[in-house]
């Protein structure tokens, strides 16, 4: 059974910074792509970036030149550095993974990122 668990949400002043981290469980990660998506209340969840596993990434335009994704195989975890935070980052922040081998698509249960003004 694959797990994902998130951590490193939490309450930051506009312009703070956060580091978010997922571990995986089980021996997907090096063959899965990772990314992280968010959701804000009342809107649909959104990509935030994402990295392949042999590390190349991808950004939301909302996104690029303040966060930066990256990813552990020897420690199945990834990352999430979230700098020059901006009020509308605030979202509940989910860690994703699509096993490219055997095709499953898995979710964390979430971490919330809350940005004040």
């Known amino acids: 059974q694959v797990q994902l668990v998130e951590s490193g949400g939490g309450l930051v002043q506009a312009g703070g910074s956060l580091r978010l981290s997922c571990a995986a469980s089980g021996t997907i990660f090096s063959r899965s792509a990772m990314g992280w998506y968010r959701q804000a209340p009342g809107k649909q969840r959104e990509l935030v970036a994402t990295?392949?596993?042999?590390?190349?990434?991808n950004y939301a335009d909302s996104v690029k030149g303040r966060f930066t994704i990256s990813r552990d195989n020897a420690k199945n975890t990834m990352y999430l550095q979230m700098d020059s935070l901006k009020p509308e980052d605030t979202a509940v922040y989910y860690c994703n993974a699509r096993d490219l081998v055997y095709l499953g698509n898995y979710w964390g249960q979430g971490t919330q990122v809350t940005v004040s003004s």
């Open positions: 990295i392949a596993s042999g590390g190349s990434q």
